[in-house]
C-alpha cells in the first residue's frame, strides 16, 4: 500500500483547520481549563524517548492531577507494575501530554508539555494516602492545553454503548498464553480485585 512521506501530500488529503480548533488553545490554564481539569479523575499519560512511545492510564479517586499554578500540573506516581515506561521517557526526554477523560462528557482535554520528576519528602508527603506516599511525583510545565473534539467519543458511545467486553480475552487468559500457563489463568482474573484493594495507593 501506498505511504505519505510528505506534508505535502499529506495536506492534500484535508482541508484547513477548522478556526476554532486554534482559537481554543491557551498556553496555560486559564480558570475553566483548571475547573475542568481538576474534576477529571482520569487521564492517559504519553510520553516519548528514546525506546520509543508510551501511553499510560493514570487515575485517583479525587482529581488526578493537583494544580500548582496557570503552568504547573503535579500528578502522584502510585503503586503500578514497576515497568517506568513512561518514568524512563521523561528522565530521558522529557516531552509530555495527558489526554483528561470525565465519565458522562464527550468533551477531551489534553495538555501539552515537558515533565521531569521529583521525590521532594514534603511534596510527596502532601499526596499521602493513609500511611502510603507516591513515590515520585510527576511535574508537567505546560506549553499548551486545549479541548479535543468530541467526534471520538460520539462515534464511540463510550460512555453509553453499555458493557463491550463480553467475549473479550481477560488478562489473565494474556498472561497465560504469552507465558505459555507460568502465569494468569482464571485464579488471576478472580483474585485479582482483591490483591489490588491494598495496592491501590
Request: glycine fraction near 8%; charged fraction near 25%; hydrophobic fraction near 35%.
Amino acid at each position: 500500500m501506498p505511504k505519505i512521506t510528505t506534508l505535502e501530500e499529506l495536506h492534500a488529503h484535508y482541508e484547513a483547520p477548522v478556526p476554532t480548533s486554534l482559537k481554543k488553545v491557551a498556553r496555560h490554564l486559564t480558570p475553566l481549563y483548571r475547573r475542568w481539569i481538576e474534576g477529571a479523575r482520569f487521564a492517559v499519560l504519553s510520553t516519548v524517548g528514546p525506546e520509543g512511545v508510551h501511553g499510560s492510564p493514570r487515575g485517583d479517586d479525587g482529581p488526578v492531577v493537583r494544580v500548582a499554578d496557570e503552568r504547573t500540573l503535579l500528578m502522584p506516581d502510585w503503586w503500578g507494575n514497576n515497568r517506568l515506561d513512561c518514568l524512563r521517557d521523561i528522565v530521558q526526554d522529557g516531552r509530555a501530554a495527558l489526554l483528561f477523560l470525565v465519565p458522562g462528557t464527550n468533551t477531551t482535554v489534553r495538555v501539552n508539555g515537558r515533565a521531569h520528576l521529583t521525590d521532594d519528602e514534603d511534596l510527596r508527603r502532601s499526596f499521602a494516602k493513609g500511611d502510603r506516599l507516591p513515590a515520585t511525583v510527576i511535574v508537567l510545565e505546560v506549553s499548551e492545553v486545549y479541548t479535543q473534539c468530541a467526534k471520538a467519543l460520539m462515534r464511540s458511545r463510550l460512555w453509553t454503548c453499555g458493557d463491550l467486553s463480553i467475549g473479550l480475552p481477560s488478562t489473565g487468559e494474556i498472561l497465560g498464553d504469552m507465558s505459555d500457563g507460568e502465569h494468569g489463568g482464571k485464579d488471576y482474573d478472580r483474585t485479582y480485585p482483591e490483591y489490588a484493594k491494598p495496592r491501590l495507593w
